[in-house]
């Protein structure tokens, strides 16, 4: 079992659509989780760190379920330039600061 | 601020050669510094952890004797790709962590390279 699971995708949604993104993780101890944006051939970039109580920004939310080891991205009112790979990014246990990264999930939203 | 610079973006050589990848953090000292490599269509996989002063760390199945790297200083690590293959040819990733921030790694632009 992979360490971080996504669906790859694509999702391919309409402007102004909402779409979800899940992630599960295999490590109960892990210690921080990120949502990073990943365009065509660049670097990820931080889209935002999700909290135990949930967080937003903007149009974006992020929750976390410890429990069930599951994370999730909701972008709501989706724009063209939200096109990209979404990677899920889970930090390993303490002592240790490696990231371990999803395959990432794509998202086309189209005109 | 935290910036990571790579250089170079892009490289071709043929094979049998090394390649150098530098990875510079710009206005931050790096205590940590990892690279990464990322095939079309996966996702990044961590190659190696690099702490200034000290030998890298490798992950499992990551060739320490091909994957040479160098963390000379607080600000500065070098990849080197000896003998390079044509299966080499990746997308190149460095991060680092500023001293007291560890949970947050900031990523450099990256290196293509491939190798012919």
């Known amino acids: 079992r992979k360490e971080v699971e996504q669906d790859p995708g694509p999702f391919n949604v309409p402007e102004g659509a909402t779409v979800a993104f899940n992630c599960t993780y295999s490590?109960?101890?892990?210690?921080?989780f990120f949502w990073y944006r990943q365009d065509c051939r660049k670097e990820p970039k931080l889209l935002m760190s999700?909290?135990?109580s949930g967080n937003e920004d903007g149009r974006f939310t992020a929750q976390l379920n410890r429990a069930s080891q599951y994370i999730s991205l909701l972008i709501r009112d989706s724009k063209l330039s939200d096109s990209a790979t979404y990677l899920c990014?889970?930090?390993?246990?303490?002592?240790?600061?490696?990231?371990?990264f999803g395959t990432g999930t794509r998202l086309k939203v189209l005109a | 601020g935290a910036v990571v610079s790579q250089h170079p973006s892009w490289v071709i050589c043929k094979s049998g050669t090394s390649v150098k990848i530098e990875c510079r953090s710009l206005?931050?000292?790096?205590?940590?510094m990892f690279w990464y490599r990322q095939f079309p269509k996966q996702s990044l996989m961590l190659m190696a952890t690099?702490?200034?002063?000290?030998?890298?760390?490798?992950e499992q199945g990551v060739e320490k004797d091909k994957f040479l790297i160098n963390h000379a200083s607080l600000t500065l690590s070098t990849l080197t790709v000896t003998s390079a293959h044509p299966e080499d040819s990746s997308f190149y990733i460095c991060?680092?962590?500023?001293?007291?921030?560890?949970?947050?790694?900031?990523f450099g632009p990256g290196t293509r390279l491939t190798v012919l």
């Open positions: 990014v889970v930090r390993g246990t303490s002592g240790t600061y490696k990231y371990i």
């Open positions: 999700v909290y135990s």
């Open positions: 690099s702490n200034e002063g000290s030998k890298a760390t490798y």
């Open positions: 490590n109960s101890a892990s210690q921080s």
């Open positions: 206005d931050f000292q790096a205590t940590t």
């Open positions: 991060s680092a962590t500023a001293s007291g921030r560890t949970d947050t790694q900031y």
